[in-house]
């Protein structure tokens, strides 16, 4: 198995706007939809394809669990995709 290329970054932040200023503003992101079913907004550097998608859970992080029964959405990263080539075949994978 290879990795091809990033798919993308799944970040959770405690404030989708400030995190969306920091990345247009500062980083040079650029927006390219804004999904309020999802409350996501996903966003592209250069002419590359989905690179980051932000998703604000507002306020503090949760404590941690106890059990795994405990376990709810924690701020920073959720998950990474890879484009992977297995056998000459092109995948996606998220990895957590």
């Known amino acids: 198995m290879r990795i ?4 993308h970054v799944f970040l959770i932040v405690s404030d989708q706007a400030r995190a969306k200023g920091f990345y ?6 650029e927006v390219i939809e804004e999904d309020p079913e ?3 907004v996903f966003m592209v550097l ?4 989905h690179v ?8 503090d992080a949760p404590p ?3 059990s795994i029964e405990d376990i ?7 998950h990474i995709a890879f484009e992977v080539q297995i ?8 990895r957590s």
């Not at 709810?72 to 959720?78: A, D, K, M, T």
């Not at 056998?87 to 998220?94: A, F």
């Open 38 to 40: 999802h409350c996501g």
């Open 24 to 29: 247009t503003n500062v980083l040079g992101f």
């Open 64 to 66: 941690p669990p106890r």
């Open 46 to 49: 250069n002419d590359g394809g």
């Open 87 to 94: 056998r000459g075949r092109s995948i996606w994978s998220p």
């Open 72 to 78: 709810e959405p924690r701020l920073g990263v959720g």
């Open 52 to 59: 980051v998608d932000l998703v604000g859970i507002g306020g």
């Open 4 to 7: 091809k290329r990033l798919g």
